[in-house]
């Protein structure tokens, strides 16, 4: 059974970083998109980035430049390395995981393309 942990997630003040990680367990090798999500209170969960399994990146236009998503160490430890976070980048983040085609991981791609995810980590940024 595939699992996924997320751990990372805390409070900052603006200008500062965030370093989230995510654990998949149990995810076998084979063409996968791996990505961050968000969702604020009272918005819609949205993509922040995601990489796929031939290291292809894309970033949500407002975070690029200044989150950086990349495998730590070894393809089950999914990171996203987060700076100059501003008072938007508030909310719970969620890891997720699924085999899909090569060409098809994208920052936002459709939540239900994503079978597997983490239980969310909170970011707030004061």
């Known amino acids: 059974q595939v699992q996924l942990v997320e751990s990372g997630g805390g409070s900052v003040q603006a200008g500062g970083s965030l370093k989230l990680s995510c654990k998949i367990v149990?995810?076998?090798?084979?063409?996968?998109?791996t990505g961050w999500f968000r969702q604020a209170p009272g918005k819609e969960r949205e993509g922040v980035a995601a990489?796929?399994?031939?290291?292809?990146?894309s970033y949500r236009p407002s975070v690029k430049g200044r989150f950086n998503i990349f495998f730590d160490d070894a393809e089950d430890n999914l990171a996203l390395q987060m700076d100059s976070l501003e008072l938007e980048d508030s909310g719970m983040y969620f890891c997720a995981a699924d085999f899909m085609g090569a060409g098809d991981c994208y920052y936002n791609t459709e939540e239900y393309e994503f079978i597997h995810w983490g239980q969310g980590t909170q970011v707030t940024v004061s």
């Open positions: 990489i796929d399994s031939y290291g292809r990146l």
């Open positions: 149990r995810f076998t090798t084979g063409d996968y998109c």
